[in-house]
């Protein structure tokens, strides 16, 4: 069983900044993709961003490019998500996503494409 931690949420005025982590272990588990997703009260789940590594990329959803940088360390089975220029509209829990593969571009964007989640961390940006 692989388990997944977020960390680094929290309270922040707007156009402030946060780093949020996620460690996933267990076992013998290596990411080959990780992703964030976040979800708003009162709305559906979204995709944020995905690294990939062997052949390393990185892709955004719109509403953050330029915004929000993902990074990771797949020999720590690490993500994380630099998060800058914060927007109320941003505000949402903040859920980490991996997988043992190496997703393809068309399937980063669904939840389902991934089968290992964490509990989320609740980003909260207001002054």
């Known amino acids: 069983q692989v388990n997944v931690v977020e960390s680094g949420g929290g309270l922040v005025q707007p156009g402030g900044s946060l780093k949020l982590s996620c460690v996933a272990s267990g076992g013998t588990f290596s990411m080959l993709t990780g992703a964030w997703f976040r979800q708003a009260p009162g709305k559906e789940r979204e995709f944020v961003a995905a690294?990939?590594?062997?052949?390393?990329?990185?892709h955004y959803a719109d509403s953050v490019k330029g915004r929000f940088t993902i990074s990771g360390d797949r020999a720590k089975n690490t993500v994380y998500l630099q998060m800058n220029t914060l927007k109320p509209e941003d505000t949402a829990v903040y859920f980490c996503?991996?997988?043992?593969?190496?997703?393809?571009?068309?399937?980063?964007?669904?939840?389902?494409?991934?089968?290992?989640w964490g509990q989320g961390t609740q980003v909260t940006v207001s002054s």
């Open positions: 996503a991996v997988h043992s593969r190496r997703i393809i571009v068309s399937a980063l964007w669904s939840g389902t494409s991934y089968n290992y």
């Open positions: 690294v990939r590594w062997s052949g390393s990329s990185t």
